[in-house]
């Protein structure tokens, strides 16, 4: 975060202003945590409001005031008007506009406020007149908390600031365990706990907080799991008809693709999740190492992210998109198998 940056928005935020905090669809813990961080730390000075293009999933739904984001998909003429009128929008967590979804994006598209990123995805587009992006950090949380350091107001980091950030950074990070957790976010994490965030209850809050149907829901993952050892690969698929056989809730399958990564020597893993309502398949790819999701899911099922965290979509079908992967997969045979070498 250069001074010169870090400068021209405080000169923005010297005088009160219409401000709106997007965050991008289908959002997590650190869409919702870095945004709703950004509007605490904002909201006494400015005239602020969260929008998100669609609702979140029932694990941040605890989050200090969860329940004043405008969710652009239900309070679309609401939500269009705050954005019209808005003189700054902060973009979190994404850094390309078609990332909040047809509806939200047409409207980012047409307004001409002073656009603010702050975001930690690869290969970012070019709306922003200030642009804060960062692929070495963890979260775009751990930026928001030192956008707030570097401005100088690292004291008004209170309760409910610090524990917006801690639910992105601990979300993000798989709980403090991916190799994007650095000395740096550790540090962080201690500062917030010190402003009163309260760890053990965060996560209580957002990782226990399954149902019994997501549960029969990951059993029926686990048991649909392929391995293919030749590969150091794993994916699990899971059908609508399965999905809407334990009433499928949003944020469900949250983290089930963690499981296909977790058998030994995988360093691959996809999870194939079929959604009807969009008429795609949604994939999330997770890696180990140095073989590149994101660069996959780029060239290849219309997505993108991170080196070990990225996303995909296909408008084939399931087993079509399946049989797509499998006959991509052994061009990366070599990238694979050479990801990953444990010095344990
Ligand atoms: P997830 O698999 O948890 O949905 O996403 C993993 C990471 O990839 C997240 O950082 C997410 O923002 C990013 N991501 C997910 N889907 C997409 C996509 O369709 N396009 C791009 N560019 N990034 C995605
Ligand atoms: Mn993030």
Known sequence: MTDEKINDVKEILSTKKK?????HRNPDGDAYGSSLALYHYLKNKHNVTVISPNDCPNFLKWLPDEDKIVIFEKETAKATKILENSEVVFTLDFNALHRTGD???KV??????????????QQPEDYAAIQ?????KSSTCEMVYD???????SDTINKEIATCIYTGIMTDTGSFRFPSTTPHTLRIAANLLEKGADNAKIYNNVMDNNSLNRMKLLSKALDNLELLPEYKTAYITLSQKELNQFNFEKGDTEGFVNYALSIKDVVFAVIFIEDKQQKIIKMSFRSKGNFSVNEFAR????GGGHTNAAGGRSTSSLKETVTKFLTILPTYKSD?????ESDF
Do not use: R, W
């Not at 401000?19 to 965050?23: M, P």
């Not at 980012?108 to 995805?121: E, G, S, V, Y």
């Open 336 to 340: 694979i198998l050479q990801s990953y």
């Open 103 to 105: 509806l939200t994006e």
């Open 19 to 23: 401000i709106s905090i997007v965050c």
């Open 147 to 153: 956008f707030i350091a570097n401005l100088g107001d």
């Open 108 to 121: 980012l598209q047409k307004i001409n406020p002073t656009f603010i990123m702050i975001d930690h995805h």
């Open 299 to 302: 060239k290849h099922f219309n």
């Open 132 to 136: 804060f992006s960062d692929t070495s």
